[in-house]
């Protein structure tokens, strides 16, 4: 992996279309094997890997690449979707209701129910005052972790927002990611569990710069 490429590639991403969605898709499994949010509902035996890149193949083919914005570095590695709040609505989750097949096999049975909490919590958290663009997942891959590269394709998605005078939201289970996004201008306006053994939740605001 070429990772002077990627970080490059970073700065100035492209918009993924149909052709290059799968790959985003493969990035973002990959990218999200160890989160906390993902690890917490997604099935725990050996069609875990198979069931998590499910999972962001729907979203992105599905939901992600009709009513947002997908960007990814040329050289591929990393990925950012954004939805804009209006998007982010009945009409989102009825679509999520038909991807109920989906939706089970990533978790499973025994976990399907960790997956309500989570999306009832987020919904439950999510400002609905201001329109805003909504970053819903944010990527790398394990081996171009650490380069600089998430930080850069977040910064070209914000400078965006920024021109258009659009606020940003977002959730992180992580204090290294808590400190990433205070870096860009965020702070956090929601700390909670989706339950009392789900991961911590830190939802985050930033007013456009």
């Known amino acids: 992996m070429d990772i002077e490429a990627m970080r490059r590639g970073a700065e100035?991403?492209?918009?993924?279309?149909?052709?290059?969605?799968?790959?985003?898709?493969?990035?973002?499994?990959?990218?999200?094997?160890?989160d906390p949010h993902v690890s917490w509902f997604v099935r725990a035996d050996a069609r875990c890997d198979a069931a998590r890149l499910k999972f962001f193949q729907y979203a992105l083919e599905n939901l992600a690449l009709r009513d947002g914005e997908i960007?990814?570095?040329?050289?591929?590695?990393?990925?950012?979707?954004?939805?804009p709040s209006e998007a982010w609505g009945s009409q989102f989750w009825l679509d999520e209701l038909r991807a109920l097949p989906v939706l089970?096999?990533?978790t499973g049975l025994g976990r399907f129910g960790r997956?309500?909490?989570?999306?009832?919590a987020m919904d439950k958290f999510h400002p609905t005052d201001r329109a805003h663009d909504y970053l819903w997942f944010?990527?790398?891959?394990?081996?171009?972790?650490?380069?600089?590269?998430?930080s850069r394709l977040l910064k070209a998605g914000l400078d965006k927002l920024?021109?258009?005078?659009r606020p940003a939201f977002l959730e992180t289970s992580t204090e290294r990611n808590v400190a990433l996004y205070r870096r860009h201008g965020f702070e956090i306006i929601a700390d909670y569990k989706p339950a009392p053994d789900g991961p911590q939740t830190y939802g985050m605001w930033r007013e456009p710069a």
Not at 71 to 83: E, H, L, Y
Not at 162 to 165: H, K, L, T, W
Request: net charge negative; glycine share 12%; hydrophobic share 50%.
């Open 138 to 150: 944010l990527g790398v891959t394990p081996s171009g972790q650490g380069h600089g590269i998430g």
């Open 115 to 120: 997956l309500l909490a989570l999306r009832n």
């Open 104 to 106: 089970l096999a990533t």
């Open 71 to 83: 960007t990814r570095p040329d050289a591929g590695g990393a990925a950012a979707v954004w939805i």
């Open 12 to 34: 100035t991403p492209k918009r993924v279309d149909a052709s290059d969605v799968a790959l985003a898709a493969a990035d973002l499994s990959a990218a999200f094997v160890a």
């Open 162 to 165: 920024d021109s258009a005078g």
